[in-house]
C-alpha cells in the first residue's frame, strides 16, 4: 500500500506536541518511589494501631471488670 506524500503523521505530531508537557524520566521514578515509601508508612501506621486495639483488647481478658 502507497502513502500519500502530504498525509500527516498524526502519531508524530501528537508525541511532538505532548511530549515536551510530559515531566523527565527521573522525576516520574522519584515521584513513583516517594509514593510507594508513602503507602507502605500508611500500611505499617495502620497495622501498628490494629495490633495496639487487640493487644489491648487481649491484654484486658485476664483481669476482672472494675
Known sequence: MDRDEGAIDWD?????????????RYVRAVRAVTQATVALLMIAVAA??????????VNGLGRPML
Do not use: D
Not at 508524530?12 to 523527565?24: D, N, T, Y
Not at 501498628?48 to 483488647?57: A, H, K, Q, T, Y
Open 12 to 24: 508524530a505530531a501528537f508525541e511532538a506536541i505532548v511530549a515536551p508537557l510530559r515531566p523527565p
Open 48 to 57: 501498628w494501631m490494629l495490633l495496639r486495639v487487640i493487644g489491648e483488647s
